[in-house]
């Protein structure tokens, strides 16, 4: 788990305050956004910069949980008017969840500009938001090894069109099974990642992750499956940044070992799991703030010992 500063990982995303009910209790108003839960994920493994925009109301207080973190915020404008705010409720059934307000605020004019430093970033990840801001970002970008992407079923309904152009010029795109149901009219999830993978133009090689919730994920990479439990957990307080936390981690490992094989992509699944799973014990971004690098080793390791077993 090096950090060195050649590992640049950019992420563009959400900077948000969210509103957060669930069967074990509530949040109002707690820092949240896919950029915030990627960036505080991918930390531990790289050096991640995030392009947003927040309004008045992001206070000195929100900052410094992501400096703590050496997050670059270089990236992370501060414009007149409000964040982006977004209120979501899960019921017994932790693996869904319904939207009850989504307000983009600020984001609404945003019109990202990049730094030299960002365009000439390696490894960039377009997290969740809309796809014409992913858009300008990727026409920014200079030399990059590996473009990952996100996305959620608000975008799919409204602005399919331009997120299939984004699509078409990732390298890898990180969805849960609902969505991968609703983007390619498929129930079988096999069939739903041939047709998405087909959508995807740039790479020869395409890389589809399928996020499962609390049951893990499927892979799908140069014609193989790959296929990862979900860490059981005995307490889970709030899903919510799981999956910006998963990709955080998946896409942070590969930008700090700096290596897209086979074996790194699985171990990047596996640690992008880990780092999801510790988001989900506590409300917002808490877990996130105090977790360890040994912790993630520890639960790393735990994941091996689960998964193993011998033929003979
Ligand atoms: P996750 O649980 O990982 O899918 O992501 C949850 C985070 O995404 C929350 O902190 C929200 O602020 C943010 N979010 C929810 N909906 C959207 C959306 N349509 N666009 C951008 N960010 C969103």
């Given amino acids: 788990m090096k950090k060195s500063l050649s590992n640049h990982l950019l992420t563009v995303g959400s900077v948000a305050f969210d509103s957060i009910k669930t069967p074990f209790g509530q949040a109002k108003k707690t820092l949240g956004g896919s950029a915030t839960y990627f960036s505080l994920a991918a930390s531990f493994f790289a050096q991640p910069s995030i392009i947003a925009v927040v309004g008045q109301d992001f206070q ?26 977004w209120t979501g409720e899960y019921f017994l059934d932790l693996n869904t969840r319904q939207t009850l307000k989504l307000a983009l605020n600020v984001f609404a004019d945003f019109k990202p500009q990049l730094l030299l430093h960002h365009r000439q970033s390696p490894y ?124 955080g981690g998946f896409m942070g490992y590969l930008a700090g070992v700096d290596k897209v094989d086979e074996n790194h992509l699985k171990r990047a699944c596996i640690f992008g799991s880990v780092i999801a799973s510790f988001c989900v014990e506590d409300f917002g971004t808490k ?20 998964t193993h077993f011998e033929i003979k």
């Fill in 124 to 247: 960039v990840f377009l997290g969740n938001i809309h796809p014409k801001l992913q858009l300008q970002v990727l026409r920014q970008i200079e030399n990059s090894k590996l473009v990952g992407l996100d996305t959620v079923d608000f975008w799919i309904e409204h602005n399919l069109k331009e997120l299939q152009k984004v699509l078409k010029l990732v390298d890898v795109f990180v969805i849960n099974e609902a969505e991968a149901r609703q983007l390619s009219k498929e129930r079988n999830l096999r069939q739903a990642a041939k047709k998405i993978i087909r959508m995807m133009g740039k790479t020869k090689s395409p890389i589809l992750i399928i996020k499962q919730g609390e049951y893990g994920l499927l892979m799908f990479y140069h014609g193989e499956i790959f296929n990862s439990p979900g860490y059981p957990l005995e307490t889970i307080f709030d899903p919510t940044g799981a999956g910006d936390s998963f990709a």
């Fill in 287 to 306: 877990r996130l703030e105090r977790l360890t690098k040994k912790e993630i080793q520890n639960r790393f390791a735990e994941f091996k010992h689960l």
């Fill in 60 to 85: 000195h207080r929100h900052k410094q949980i992501l400096q703590k973190r050496q997050i670059d915020l270089s990236g992370l404008r501060v414009q007149k008017g409000k964040s982006f705010a």
